[in-house]
């Protein structure tokens, strides 16, 4: 027994909001002062206060997050994990169900487009993990938007074109890569996956894409650029934290480890509330309370706001202090009318991504690809279209959406969600097979286009006057759409309460 | 025994139309002359004729009604209950399945949002309280569309706006309130809940929001006026009586009260009819009776249209004598088109609510939000925008409804059902939770859309291409709202009918 | 035993198509050289041959059908029906379940709108009943299209208007009515109340609406006439004889019988296929078929446009000659676009009908209302609107559709299938309360739109830009017109076969 | 026991890719080198390496497919079938159904349109054949909306027309036929029935229809032409081999056997990607496979493109030498927008097919109709108009279509998969139903507009808005065709897994 290390029933001593320790791999830290400021709420920490809570940390904080975020005099040292009282595991038949459902997953090969990964994991993934990855804001109104906006535009394909050679390889921001699209930023890989990021790292390796590396990753940023390969591509996504200095720092380590562009967000001001999101990690922490106001995390809206990670007071008027400490390509993620692309241009920036976030943030903000269509003609009006590059994520889920954008004047599109349920279902095979289907499709579809390079994708191979009508449109379906969407729920009655 | 009291038996007499008694909180009264008049119709009456129908009468009536309305030689006295008759309650199926589910009801925190309160309201309210509370006109497709009709409206947000500091405080007829939402008139709050429309007053004072008393409440005025603390503000919505004087006492009386703003139901010549509450009704009163003809009330419609306490006489010519009694600012609630809304700023009105009455009145009738489309530019074009405050009410359930109504050109808007139903499950909590719910809601969506005051919000920042198609469009449909919407149904036919 | 009778045997021995006895009435007829004739194909006389046939004949045949239609020398004379096999009924499940139904039908006053009629029917009729009301053109989309084109018409009422004393009544081809409604021509009334079209002349006569008196009723054209009241006003809708002696007649013996109007079906040269009612047919007839060519009948499409019945010749030629045999005005009943009114302005029409028979004849053809508005403005511009009358019908449903119309400039609209629906589940009393609740809810919306007399109503009412978009659009949807609504079905296994 | 013969166990030696041996009616064939060049892929005949293949190979090929491109060294000759060995068939649930249902089958008089034919192939079709010839391109939205479109269009009929005579007959690159469609070419026949395309061919005569011979008949060309009777019409449909020596070959070889018309498909210059079919074909081939990378075909969509039956090289420039070797009319299909119209006719062709290949190339192409729409004004606009036959196919399945087609311009239709329908259904007899089904619609619906003649059908007898707003609305959705529709699915979890 060793002398030094605490013990477990030390620890259990401190478990509430006065004083509050936790285990993580095997070391005991006191949390009490950080309870307030946890971007995920104190209420999660507080469940395992006094306990080792490991499992529940690991998926979702980079290995250097303690060391990081929680000042050294909060590290208590090692603990005697032999004297840590085991928990039961409660039998829980949902896991139960999940863990039958892993085991009759299909193969992967009969994974035939982006969507049937979607369909996968949502069964085979855990729920609070699926919550996640898988929410948008309010009503999903404008997640669901992303998607269908590409079935409002049609093509006008020409025949009796020689496309026998196809060159769909393209550059981004000064760098080649193979195909017009790239892994675009989403946060909390290890939900997913064990591995987490680095997995899609190789992926994008294996198939000579871009890589955009999320500010909120579950790998530490090293632990991604340590993963790539020789010449190959990374972007640093950026949230901009209240202390600049944080953030220059960041900045800084990643223009020294390669990182080729620089991707500020700045459609997350305040993070969006995502009920299904909210609902499930509700039922799993709340499951034992009672009903009542009490129970009402009243500072949750404001603690989100003023969170230190993520700068709700970021301006136009910080540009050019972001110009002045990196010469990586500067690039606004989330841009959202003509307006703000206008801007851009005259700020200097060298590109913007049209992006609503995935539909997490602004409920009924608009498409990527319909902004594009109000952006593209007022940018070649006063002759800025090479002044910079025009990116557009959200929805992508077929070739034919990338043909679109790129018809459109987009240089390239960011595809998220699907490689993260690729990634979490097939693991790195998985990601591997949605990046070949989207290269067998694009190959197909430049054919069937008349196309033979991305130079001579252009605006008349397509028919937008499905955009022309707003947004009171019903778009033709996709049984396959549908099929994977997760429809939000209202609140459950609980069928087993005492009568 | 007391001598002076009447007994059970003397009243059980008088149990038909020729004579009706029935008795109310321990006393008796004649009723037969009023029963053509009652505007719930004469065989809900008939139905307690020689009992004693307090528990029947108590959520619809104010407790001053039978001193109001009937006079005071129909007053019979008290009546000594332990002779009275108990009626052995029937065994409902119906009634017990709903108990089980209050029992099973979902804490309050599982309710994320407005449209959450709703579909645990459907579950747990008595049938006919829900058919009163949820119906609409006809087909409620006007009802419907109320909501849909924001979901064509999309946003087109600004990014990189310092979005530190949010205020969404504004002001209505000159009174400061926090946000810019006020609680609509709806009546027969005792439907819902025990106490009424004072759990109303009640919230609407704990989140600085604006009270309107409706005048078919089921507590009395100076009930709602009492349960008011501080400069709180309240307004009187007014339902004009044929008999003017009896109007004329009940504006001075709200004056006098403190009433801030004078609100002239305009669109209810008539009461609508709502199918599913008529169902309801007819399933409660009607379940014993015969098919045939005889069961047909030809009275009811015309009954409606004469009730002394609506005048459908009401005109323009009527608002001078508006005026000339009152010095409270006077907004006509429920005008529909431009043209009325030129009319009402020419006749001296202070404001208007484009309102259809909740989708009750009638059927087709276009979305306030929609009207609001039309009449601002028409007000901007002769520069009489700041000669008369523009209210909107129908559908909103978000705090994204709020903003568009206000980028539009509103000065508020009022939200009715969402705190009936959240009140019918929650009580006080409950409206809190949901007031509380839309200022979360609303901090975050101004970061998002880039404004950081009411005054900044404008009509740049949407996209409403979506509304000029006319109604043949179909919106995006959130699935939250079409699962707790509740569908009419056609006749049932009676599985248990003896064959 | 008599010694004129026939007896069965003899009767027996004609049961092909080579002879061809039936009995109906207990008369025999040699009906063997009218098989082919037979509007309603021979297979389903063939059925009968040698038998009596009275049960299938009556509904679908007026009394004096057999002495008009079959030659003297057809009539064989009595029948001894003791001596007629009697047919054991086979025990049909389907028929069963409808007793019980019909058992447990709603009373009556469950029905709160013309929809609730239809849906009791549908549970209550029998099935090739059923079949031959609702049934429409192919896919039924203009039947759906009919009740449809009303939801893209929204309201623009006016509020503060003296609305204590509402007018409906109007005129007609110069004859007073209560309500601007007439009940239109609809065929074979017996199939669904064994009294037949005089159901509908007693509830108009209730309500002092006018009623249309159909060609093909199952009440001879006197009965129907006998059956009105007082100053009555009834009109006759003409199919064209391919023999115009025996139209002429027709029309001479309308007249004479006190008819007011003419009404000549144009949108029918050759009956439409209504495949739900071939279907339900082909059950009833072909149950005990094999399949195999043999049994298409070949000749069924042509047999129906060459039916003497109905001229497919007629044409625009023939108009003046109906000017010359009769002074009732003159209607064209199925006009479709603006050329053809205006051609019958000029041919010295007294009316149209804008109409596509119910959605039974050219699937996507446009609604009655559609086609209104485009009608409306080319006749005042050449200042024609008062040189004809123009109706509509087809999926009028509520009072809101009639006033609808009425504001667009109809002179009033016909109403068809719900007053069918009623008589078949209710008789005279359900028709009764179907017109009592249009009358009810025409009270109401006259007063919520804030109209006092048809007079007032007008385009400036309305909201039509929904119409304008073509067909793609999608109207918002009413629960009760979709739970109605009898979905098409293809063709149906036999799960019973032997296997 | 033959000596010269081979043995089964010799053939079943050769098993692999290595050496692989197949068997098919008898003989051996040595397929080794041929395997990466089949069409199919290897995957399918490495299932019955070593083994007897004619089964599977029998519907897929025309009999003279070895003959023709298999080196005659690879002929390896006759196998002694009693010394090959007998696979066990393995009980098929699936199957077992199949075959109850084609006992409970409704018989072909239950068949009223051509949607019910598909209905009835869905379920008694083998499911690989069903999947073959039901899937398109994607999420099928291409193949849905071709039929949808035709519901865009709606009808602006005339009345008082005299249209006892209907004559439907026109003619077709000169050639006269009954009614202006055309059997247009589909492959692989065989699996619907094993009689193949000349089922089609039979019908085509019985109704004097053209027919269009497929490329890729499973009867071989030659089959297909003796089965021809008297002067019958038919045309070659031409993929364009890489070896322009082998077209040049089939051309010349049509052209001798007297074919009127050569049909170049020029919308698929690599095979379409179809889901259905893919997965259909998985469940079969792969159903014992892992799980893992290993059995993804990389090569497979690189595979298809460089198929030498088919060239993606194929341009405008080959135009001319097609012009050289033939005097048959060349007619380009699949042209999809009118700037390639306008270039065929000044590339002298004879005509044009609007079609997007059934919906199984491109997705989101939109359909013939609508481009249609976009063609015939250009055309009249340069005096073009009889310089050219256009033609449409895709979703043909009323005879409204036919004529709304032949309204909007076109000289003619092609209907394909509803004969293939309801040949595997019913075989000939079922085509015949078919064909004459569509004319009785066709003069029942020519009537119904008032047109008399082909020579009628014009522009102002339809009203197209509902094509002009692009693909954002909705149309009328008809439940016979989303009835008949076999939804895409996701990948299907294995429920009999060993857990």
Redo the contacts between chains.
């Keep these: 027994m060793s002398q030094d290390k605490l013990t477990g029933a030390k620890v259990a001593e401190h478990n509430s909001k006065d004083s509050c320790w936790v285990i993580v791999h095997g070391k005991a830290y006191d949390v009490t002062e950080f309870l307030p400021e946890h971007p995920g709420g104190s209420k999660i920490i507080l469940k395992y206060a006094g306990k080792d809570a490991t499992e529940e940390f690991d998926p979702i904080h980079p290995p250097d997050t303690l060391d990081k975020f929680l000042d050294q005099s909060k590290h208590l040292g090692e603990v005697d994990m032999s004297t840590v009282e085991q928990e039961e595991k409660v039998f829980d038949p949902e896991e139960a169900d999940r863990q039958?459902?892993i085991?009759?997953?299909?193969?992967?090969?009969?994974?035939?487009?982006l969507?049937?990964f979607e369909?996968?994991a949502r069964?085979v993934m855990k729920k609070t993990a699926w919550a996640y990855y898988s929410s948008g804001a309010?009503?999903?109104?404008t997640m669901?938007?992303n998607h269908?906006a590409?079935?409002?535009?049609?093509?006008?394909?020409?025949?009796?074109?020689?496309?026998?050679h196809i060159d769909m390889s393209t550059t981004m921001l000064g760098d080649k890569c193979s195909i017009p699209f790239y892994v675009t930023a989403t946060a909390l890989g290890k939900l997913g996956h064990p591995e987490g990021e680095v997995v899609l790292t190789k992926a994008a390796k294996q198939h000579d894409v871009i890589q955009m590396i999320p500010t909120l990753a579950s790998c530490s940023f090293d632990e991604i650029v340590d993963a790539k390969q020789g010449d190959q591509v990374q972007w640093l996504q950026l949230y901009v934290n209240k202390d600049r200095a944080i953030t220059e720092k960041i900045v800084a380590h990643a223009e020294k480890r390669g990182c080729k562009g620089l991707f500020i967000t700045?459609?997350a001001?305040?993070l969006?509330?995502r009920?299904k999101d909210?609902?499930s990690k509700?039922s799993d922490v709340?499951s034992d309370?009672?009903?009542?106001?009490s129970?009402?995390d009243?500072s949750?809206?404001?603690a989100?706001?003023i969170s230190s990670f993520i700068?709700?007071?970021?301006?136009?008027k910080?540009?050019p202090w972001f110009r002045s400490i990196t010469r990586m390509p500067i690039v606004?993620k989330?841009?959202?009318?003509v307006?703000?692309v206008l801007r851009a241009v005259e700020a200097g920036c060298d590109g913007v991504v049209l992006s609503n976030h995935g539909g997490r943030?602004?409920?009924?903000?608009?498409s990527g690809i319909e902004v594009l269509v109000e952006v593209m003609p007022a940018l070649r009006e006063r002759g800025w279209e090479k002044r910079i590059e025009v990116y557009v994520d959200g929805g992508v889920r077929?070739s034919?959406d990338i043909i679109k954008a790129l018809c459109l004047g987009a240089k390239g599109v960011g595809i998220g969600r699907p490689f993260l349920y690729a990634m979490s279902a097939y693991g790195l095979?998985g990601v591997?097979?949605a990046m070949?289907l989207l290269?067998?499709?694009m190959?197909?579809?430049m054919?069937?286009?008349g196309a033979t390079t991305i130079e001579e994708l252009n605006p008349?191979l397509l028919?937008?006057?499905?955009?022309?009508?707003?947004?009171?449109?019903?778009?033709?379906s996709?049984?396959?759409?549908l099929?994977?969407y997760d429809?939000?729920?209202?609140?459950?009655?609980?069928?087993k309460?005492?009568?």
Tied chains: 1, 2, 3, 4.
């Design positions: 039958v459902r085991k009759q997953m299909p193969p992967l090969a009969a994974c035939y487009n969507m049937d369909a996968v069964r309010d009503d999903e109104i669901r938007e269908a590409f079935h409002k535009i049609w093509f006008r394909p020409r025949v009796l074109v020689d496309v026998e700045v459609d001001p305040q969006g509330r009920e909210m609902r509700f709340g309370v009672q009903s009542g106001e129970n009402v009243r949750q809206g404001a989100r706001a700068d709700p007071a970021l301006s136009w910080d540009i606004l989330g841009v959202q009318c307006e703000d943030q602004l409920e009924t903000a608009r077929r034919t095979d591997d097979r070949q290269k067998d499709e190959e197909m579809n054919r069937l286009i008349s028919d937008t006057r499905g955009l022309m009508g707003g947004h009171s449109g019903v778009i033709p996709d049984t396959l759409g099929g994977a429809p939000l729920e209202a609140p459950r009655f609980n069928e309460a005492k009568l």
